[in-house]
């Protein structure tokens, strides 16, 4: 399989709103994530997504979310709590589910390492069921696979036409594969297995589906940031509420690079998360004039 640079053109052929559109016309997403040590992990994703399509839902396990959430509603009233027993009416209704922001792999740090050698604490048990559950009960749903969940599920659980979000550490962790080899081949070749997008996040970031694949240049070392990844799902799965699979999880890697390289023109690398989602709506209009 051929491996090119991201056509920036590309990003044309993303949906864009009628003007006689209506409510629920653009599209709904439903992230689900968070934890009492990861509160802000998904309100990153949601406030990404939030300025594309028409609704977010969001839902956690986590009881104490649900306080935070109603705080964060008074600045970004742009997204829905629902409590976490009607999840799955939310996921049957949205277009894409995003799972994993904010999710635990164990629950404090002393267990790190026990959790490293295969062994599972209660975080990490809670994380593994819940992901499990709701990929294998909603299996063709279009679904956006990230953080916490990508780091303690299997493999085999991936559903057909996912998309998955993993920096190295992750992809190693979850298909057990060294990437000091030929990267670009494995990324190729699990995505054909498992008939789905793998973005494999880096400074050269690699979308590959089981058709083709891009390399996706540019950012900077600000990306490292924590909640910057969970601005690129919230973004992915917005697009892919409307758009096939894998232009979808390109044109987001694509724009987080940009909105990252914008902002080190203006503050360095003394940016955060909350400065990238919120300067992504400029770069992609900014580069919608350049390339019409």
Known sequence: ???????????????????????????????????????????????????????VFFASPEKSIEKI???????????IWIPWEEVELYIKKSDVALIGPGFMRYSAEKNKYHVKNGNCDEACVLTRDITKS????????????????????EAEWIPPNSIITPNRKEFEMLFKENLDSDYKALVTKYS?????????????????SSEKAVI????NAGLTKGGTGDVQAGLTAAFYAKNDAFLSAAAA??????????????????????????????????ILKITA
């Not at 559109?21 to 997504?49: R, T, W, Y």
């Not at 959430?69 to 997204?79: D, P, V, W």
């Not at 709701?134 to 696979?145: D, G, H, M, P, T």
Request: some cysteine; charged content about 25%.
């Open 1 to 55: 399989m051929s491996m090119e640079d991201f056509d920036p053109n590309l990003l044309k052929e993303l949906y864009h709103p009628s003007k006689n559109s209506s409510g629920e016309d653009n599209g709904q997403i439903v992230i689900i994530g968070g934890s009492k040590l990861f509160h802000g992990a998904p309100i990153l994703s949601l406030k990404a997504a939030s300025r594309v399509v028409d609704m």
């Open 69 to 79: 959430a109603a705080r964060i509603k008074s600045e970004l009233s742009s997204f």
């Open 134 to 153: 709701l990929l294998s009960k909603f299996s063709n749903k279009r679904w956006v696979i990230d953080a916490g969940s990508l780091q303690s599920m």
């Open 192 to 208: 054909r297995k498992h008939n789905c997008t793998i973005v494999l996040k880096g400074p050269e970031t690699i979308v590959a």
């Open 216 to 219: 996706v240049k540019g950012g």
């Open 253 to 286: 890697s694509y724009l987080v690079k940009k909105a990252a390289e914008s902002l080190f023109k203006k503050v360095g690398f003394h940016y955060n998360a909350d400065d990238l989602a919120n300067r992504i709506p400029k770069e992609y209009n900014n």
